[in-house]
């Protein structure tokens, strides 16, 4: 388990290991700052923490996150090269061939006379652990963000659901318009 929010709402940077055999828990160290996107498992008995963008309020601007990964032999964690294109919810699944791919999401956010406009990005990236480096792969055929990323069986990802981001003016009650989407996209590395 890595990060997450404590009872106070602040978030936490250290990371725990669960031993099913033994029934215990052992620290897996702590990341800087603290992680804020999905983890995906490596074949080497590590993971990869995505570092996420975010729209930062208190400094009105857009933020990046680094990746770290963990080494599961010391245990440690590493930042890891920035991706070719910071983002915030993107589709993530780990490849049969243990390389990771990353695709659409958030990439800006600004707030306008018509209301709060996310930007999205079609553009996607692959993670190869062998190099610790990021580099573009297929683009995928429109935009999206937030939906779940799934291997098959064929070693091709399916990028299902997500959505087209808040677009509009603050709704009553609860927030931003979304526009959810209700089709799937194929990536094949």
């Known amino acids: 388990m890595v990060g997450g929010t404590d009872a106070n709402n602040g978030q936490v940077a250290s ?5 099913p055999a033994g029934g215990t828990w052992s620290s897996a160290g702590v990341l800087s700052p603290p992680p804020n996107g999905p983890i995906v498992a490596l074949p ?16 009105d601007k857009w ?44 990439i800006g956010v600004e ?10 990005t079609k553009s996607a990236e692959i993670f190869d652990p062998a190099t610790n480096s990021w ?4 683009a995928m055929p429109s935009v999206r963000m937030a ?9 091709s990802v399916l990028l299902a659901g997500g959505g087209l981001g808040e677009q509009g003016e603050l709704s009553t009650p609860g927030g ?5 989407l209700a089709s799937a996209v194929r990536y094949v590395p």
């Open 44 to 59: 080497d008995g590590g993971a990869l923490v995505v570092g996420e963008a975010y729209y930062d309020t208190a400094t």
């Open 176 to 180: 931003y318009p979304v526009i959810v």
């Open 111 to 120: 707030f306008t006379d018509k209301g709060k406009v996310t930007t999205l």
């Open 135 to 138: 580099s573009a792969t297929a």
């Open 147 to 155: 939906g779940e990323a799934l291997l098959l069986q064929d070693g």
């Open 15 to 19: 990371a725990i290991l669960y031993d």
């Open 63 to 106: 933020a990046v996150q680094a990746s770290h990964r963990f080494d599961p032999s010391r245990p440690t964690w590493t930042k890891v090269g920035a991706m070719v294109q910071s983002r915030q919810s993107p589709f993530v699944a780990g490849l049969a061939d243990g390389r990771v791919l990353v695709a659409g999401g958030a």
